[in-house]
């Protein structure tokens, strides 16, 4: 039987993983903890504004989010997250481009633009150095209200980009957002950051 679509959201455990040899663009696959593909996010080759689909699986028969920015290109671009089961928008994710140098930093943003969390890397000696050896793992914490919600960390792969984002019960950001914000994480940071 087939995970139902609103079920894809309520894990508490994603592994995000970048697709092998995809020449043009950028391919991920989000796994549950027991291995099963819950989905599957393409990024548009050759374009101006960053394009990111997801899809429930590689059939792309189902398109789920997109995740999109109005700017050409910003260091400090603004990702809106709209549901494309229902047409809704989900809310924005932005990087804060010019603390990203040292250290990474996202804002989780409302519909109307207010903040709601924010995404940041865990320490800045582990952040700095990783920008010069790319074999330093990534870790990063995400918070709500002052609170710690989510954490997603890389695994060290030389060869596979993978991070595993672990959710709290009661997150306070919608779960949309968070699963956006790794698809972010896995098509961005490692080539901007």
């Keep these: 039987m087939e995970t139902q679509i609103s079920d894809r959201f309520e894990h508490r455990k994603y592994l995000f993983r970048r697709k092998v040899f995809k020449l043009f663009g950028g391919a991920f696959h989000v796994y549950d903890e027991a291995g099963n593909i819950l989905f599957y996010s393409k990024q548009k080759a050759f374009k101006l504004k960053e394009d990111f689909r997801i ?59 207010h903040e709601i969390g924010k995404l940041t890397e865990e320490s800045m000696s582990s952040a700095l150095l990783s920008r010069f050896i790319n074999l330093i793992p990534q870790k990063f914490i995400i918070s709500a209200n ?34 956006a914000a790794g698809i972010l994480l896995a098509g961005i940071e490692r080539r901007q950051g």
């Design 146 to 179: 002052n609170r710690e919600i989510a954490r997603i960390n890389q695994e060290f792969n030389p060869f596979v980009l993978k991070y595993l984002m672990t959710i709290s019960e009661d997150p306070l950001i919608d779960r949309r957002l968070l699963i």
């Design 55 to 113: 899809y429930s699986d590689e059939t792309q028969s189902r398109e789920l989010l997109t995740i999109k920015t109005p700017q050409i290109f910003d260091i400090s671009a603004t990702y809106n997250v709209k549901d494309t089961t229902t047409g809704e928008p989900v809310g924005a994710i932005r990087r804060e481009g010019l603390k990203s140098f040292l250290k990474d930093e996202w804002t989780f943003l409302s519909n109307d633009g």
